[in-house]
T-cell receptor, first 114, second 118 residues
């Protein structure tokens, strides 16, 4: 799986957009970009994933650069409940030998302030 | 309805004991996982099963033995517990692979089991 690099921590004001960057310059063609988050003392929670195109769901938007070497997770209107560790993961699809294994790094600690 | 459940939520035991953690998912998923999150908060995959078949087995001491009686359950048995086994253990499930034909890995995690070995 490709290695990902994220800032250790970020701050955001409540109600503003939170833009979390991720670098995955060695990503290969069959690897998805996933975002998960872990709120304190809870299990990780899936947010969104993408392969090439930008994606949006009820939680967030995912912007992937055309060369796929980096991506940005956007929480459009951050709330205090969005304070969590956010993990960006590049992982192959189910067809490979890794069977879609997710390797969690250190992630970005996002703190949303009132 | 709880999607992925684990029991117990807390487990405190002495070194050398044998203990089990149970996991059940009611999502109809084909694939289940065990993760370990240590005190430094690193989340590491331990095992994965697809339709009761072991598909991922990371470098884990053989004191840890997963058992999948059916595709909705994946239990973790730990023999001869050591201090370093103290951690939070998360179970997860995913529709990826198998008969589902799903290629991406949206995992649903349980609430975790905090294991403390004294």
């Amino acid at each position: 799986d490709a290695k990902t690099t994220q800032p250790t921590s970020m701050d955001c004001a409540e109600g503003r957009a939170a833009n979390l960057p991720c670098n995955h310059s060695t990503i290969s063609g069959n690897e998805y970009v996933y975002w998960y988050r872990q709120i304190h003392s809870q299990g990780p929670q899936y947010i969104i994933h993408g392969l090439k195109n930008n994606e949006t769901n009820e939680m967030a938007s995912l912007i992937i650069t055309e060369d796929r070497k980096s991506s940005t997770l956007i929480l459009p209107h951050a709330t205090l409940r969005d304070t969590a560790v956010y993990y960006c993961i590049a992982a192959a699809n189910a067809g490979g030998t890794s069977y879609g294994k997710l390797t969690f790094g250190q992630g970005t600690i996002l703190t949303v302030h009132p | 309805d709880t999607a992925v459940s684990q029991t117990p939520k807390y487990l405190v035991t002495q070194m050398g004991n044998d203990k089990s953690i149970k996991c059940e998912q009611n999502l109809g998923h084909d694939t289940m996982y065990w993760y370990k999150q240590d005190s430094k908060k690193f989340l590491k995959i331990m095992f994965s099963y697809n339709n009761k078949e072991l598909i991922i087995n990371e470098t884990v001491p053989n004191r840890f033995s997963p058992k999948s009686p059916d595709k909705a359950h994946l239990n973790l048995h730990i023999n001869s517990l050591e201090l370093g086994d103290s951690a939070v253990y998360f179970c997860a499930s995913s529709p990826i692979g198998g008969w589902s034909g799903v290629l991406y890995n949206e995992q649903f995690f349980g609430p975790g089991t905090r294991l403390t070995v004294l």
